[in-house]
DNA sequence: TAATTATATACGCTTGAACATATATATGGA
DNA sequence: TCCATATATATGTTCAAGCGTATATAATTA
């Protein structure tokens, strides 16, 4: 865990709503909340933003503790990080909740939904 | 209601974040969700900042729709919006959970309990 | 009306964060 | 090894937001 990490880890409680005040992350995280884990190719189709917006916004999220990472070849994977305060957890539930029947939450996890060629998607189980 | 605040009234989430994303305005924040409201020169005292900085603030979440104003003789009384959707309101008292044992919310409390001659304070009711 | 207290706003400055674009790195396959 | 795909980072710029200081407004009391 670099200098980087050990400084924005949450220490401040502040950093963590820093990190839900931006909309490009905060669809990226209702996603990765509803869905669970996502890769950049995903987001960036989804929410139709330039590629290295999106991994910019990831490397945020993901140096503040809020996300972790995980690669399967040429693919990376973020999800919420599940050692995340208990109150932080539940701020994402109870967000996804109250959003989720709203723009542009509903547009994006229709547009998830219908993505085709989706990476470990598997088509017929 | 005018322009600045249909504009900002959560009519974007994030924006509600963003408010939640400075460490004044949360230790404002979440003095009134433990306190009920609370007038500038408590908070001024309470957080040892200057009056025109707490009344910045208190401006943009009144703005924002997150508080709500009351005069009271030359005192300004704000509390947290009880209009604001059923999300917002769970999120600070998620939040005021999470936070009210750490620093600086711990001596926040304590020095506002302690202080003197507080607007509207009745000793020995 | 004048003085005092409480609060709000205006102004100029500085800084941090987001952006677009370009480029670098990493992995897998031919 | 070379190429293609997926992802990450670097660079320079722009802009919003916070800050301190000074000043304005509002209510109260003398």
Redesign the pocket.
């Known amino acids: 865990m670099d200098k980087r990490i050990l400084r924005t880890m949450l220490n401040e409680t502040d950093s963590f709503f ?1 990190m839900l005040a ?1 909309s ?1 992350r905060l669809r990226c995280l209702m996603l990765m909340q509803a869905e669970g884990e996502l ?3 995903e987001l ?1 189709h989804t929410l139709n933003l ?4 999106i ?6 999220l993901r140096e503040a503790g809020v996300l972790v ?1 995980r ?1 399967n ?4 994977y973020y999800r919420i990080n599940p050692d995340l305060q208990g109150w932080a957890l539940d701020i994402l539930q109870t967000t996804l909740n109250g959003v989720r029947k709203t723009e542009p939450f509903v547009s994006d996890q229709k547009i998830l939904g219908a993505m085709a060629n989706r990476p470990g998607f598997k088509c017929c189980s």
């Open positions: 820093k931006d490009t890769c950049v190719c960036t330039s590629q290295p917006k991994s910019r916004h990831l490397a945020h990472a690669r070849g040429t693919w990376m």
